[in-house]
């Protein structure tokens, strides 16, 4: 049985500040404000310039590509601290430190005897390094996981108290996580049937149906008023953005893209050097997630789960609960034709628990040679971790300085009053400078005459061999030859694999 909140309370700090104080330390001290490639400045600027006024001027949510639950609190958050990427920052790393005492929370839930076992697996969350990233970055990420996490044990404090507030939080917290990120609909479906199942083996008939109608009515009234309008478009007008649900027209899903590693999607051709599905089966041995020390753990924990689940509180369902999430994240991101490190965030919470199932289980049943050293293991792999964290959001923000770099360096060699045709880095060179700016990929063939009739200094900045290479015969490649054949390109300089040009006619 858990110890009272204020048991916990010490135990929850520490897990959040493990997380929070070093990767909010780094970010701070290097002056980075959550802003990378494209995604993030679009999170941005939906959230504290759109949503900010819808809610101000109580009018609906315009359109964007992606859910919208993570800029509305971005855009609560902002009505505080200004329409500043720090709003962005702040719910980021909020939720991002919640992931490992949650984590911690569901794995006390399924073991109530072992607060060994809960500890490392919020320790094991608490020093992965890509979740460090992305709790300092203006990303959905951290927010869709912390829901979803929250729900896993919402769902198993429901299992064994029977009260119907745990299941309505369990439900509203996994809708709300898919509306920061559609990947948890997919995870929400193991969730639903560990829910069921304990209704089914505790419950009298009609109040599991009462209790479950509510769970229903809850999640219904969080998405329905986001989905709804977007399923309609989508099934009416296929060929027309929709709202919300710009991945739903973009993703394709087959179990043969596990045994790919060269695509074409809507990135253009993507070639990679692994097939998708061993790169997500080795991502937990990467430093940036558990890494090699600790990965192979997660094998033992799902084999001390599957084998004995009568020691834990929700009997089979839990190991559907565990082993169920990572598996239906694992298949959906081995069967769909991209790789993306950070898409590995959707498993973490369960592998890590299987990992410090795997080690809390041999310890306790080897000699104590063996068992010291399994623990020198578990202690040497989370230092391992936390050492690659700092060394991988370093990086990351080393990557950003350079980006702002280009940046300045391509403001320097601009005439006054130039513009700009861009592909890469077009929204940092947007949202750092004045220089207008047009994206290479946004423009038909029309949109770039027109631009050019009106006369001005005009550049192009691009990586040459990228667009060749992966964009071929579509609008970054097209556009960049017609500027070449139609108007000439005179080299002025490159920084990096980006080569400015200038228009020779202009």
């Avoid at 200004?82 to 962005?88: K, R, T, V």
């Avoid at 490392?120 to 996981?145: E, I, K």
């Avoid at 753990?297 to 082993?323: C, M, N």
């Amino acid at each position: 049985m858990l110890r009272p909140i204020s048991w916990r309370a010490p135990y929850a700090v520490a897990l959040a500040a493990l997380l929070a104080l070093p990767a909010a330390g780094i970010a701070a001290s290097r002056g980075f404000d959550g802003l990378y490639g494209q995604d993030a400045y679009a999170y941005l600027d939906y959230g504290t310039a759109s949503v900010r006024a819808s809610i101000l001027q109580l009018r609906p949510l315009e359109a964007f590509f992606w859910p919208p639950g993570y800029p509305l609190l971005v855009a609560l958050v902002s009505m505080a601290t200004g329409p500043l990427a720090l709003a962005g920052q702040l719910v980021s790393l909020l939720m991002g430190a919640l992931v490992p005492v949650f984590t911690a929370l569901l794995a006390r839930e399924l073991w109530p005897d072992d607060t060994v076992l809960a500890l490392l697996a919020g320790a094991l969350v608490a020093v992965c390094g890509q979740l460090w990233q992305s709790s300092v970055v203006v990303m959905a990420d951290t927010t869709g996981l912390a829901l979803a996490t929250l729900s896993a044990w919402a769902l198993t404090r429901y299992t064994r108290k029977r009260r119907l507030h745990w299941l309505l939080v369990g439900s509203a917290a996994v809708a709300y996580a898919m509306l920061a990120r559609w990947i948890y609909g997919l995870v929400a479906m193991p969730f639903a049937l560990y829910a069921l199942g304990a209704m089914d083996a505790h419950a009298k008939p009609g109040r599991a149906v009462l209790h479950g109608l509510a769970a229903l009515g809850v999640a219904a009234a969080l998405l329905t008023p986001v989905l709804a309008q977007p399923l309609v478009g989508l099934l009416s007008h296929p060929a027309e953005p929709a709202s919300f649900a710009g991945n739903f027209q973009v993703y394709s899903w087959s179990p043969l893209n596990a045994l790919r590693r060269d695509f074409f999607t809507a990135d253009g051709h993507l070639s990679y050097s692994q097939p998708n599905g061993a790169y997500y089966a080795l991502a937990p041995a990467n430093p940036a997630f558990l890494g090699p020390l600790l990965a192979p753990w997660v094998l033992v924990g799902a084999w001390t789960l599957l084998r004995d689940t009568r020691r834990l509180s929700g009997t089979l369902g839990a190991s559907l609960l565990i082993v169920g999430w990572a598996a239906i994240v694992y298949a959906f991101h081995a069967g769909a034709p991209w790789q993306n490190f950070r898409f590995t965030l959707a498993y973490l919470p369960p592998l890590a628990i299987l990992a410090a199932l795997g080690l809390t289980w041999t310890w306790r049943h080897v000699n104590q040679r063996l068992g010291q050293a399994v623990a020198l293991c578990a202690a040497l792999g989370l230092v391992a971790s936390a050492a690659s964290a700092v060394r991988l959001v370093e990086g990351f923000v080393d990557r950003k300085d350079e980006d702002l770099g280009l940046v300045r360096w391509v403001e320097a060699q601009s005439a006054p009053n130039a513009r700009l045709f861009s592909f890469g880095p077009t929204l940092t060179i947007r949202h750092y400078t004045k220089l207008p700016t047009f994206d290479l990929f946004d423009l038909s063939a029309a949109d770039v005459r027109s631009i050019l009739a009106t006369p001005a200094p005009t550049y192009v900045l691009l990586d040459e061999r990228s667009v060749e290479d992966q964009w071929l015969d579509q609008p970054p490649s097209t556009n960049f030859h017609l500027l070449r054949d139609s108007a000439g390109l005179l080299r002025v300089g490159a920084d990096g694999s980006y080569t400015l040009y200038r228009l020779e006619s202009q």
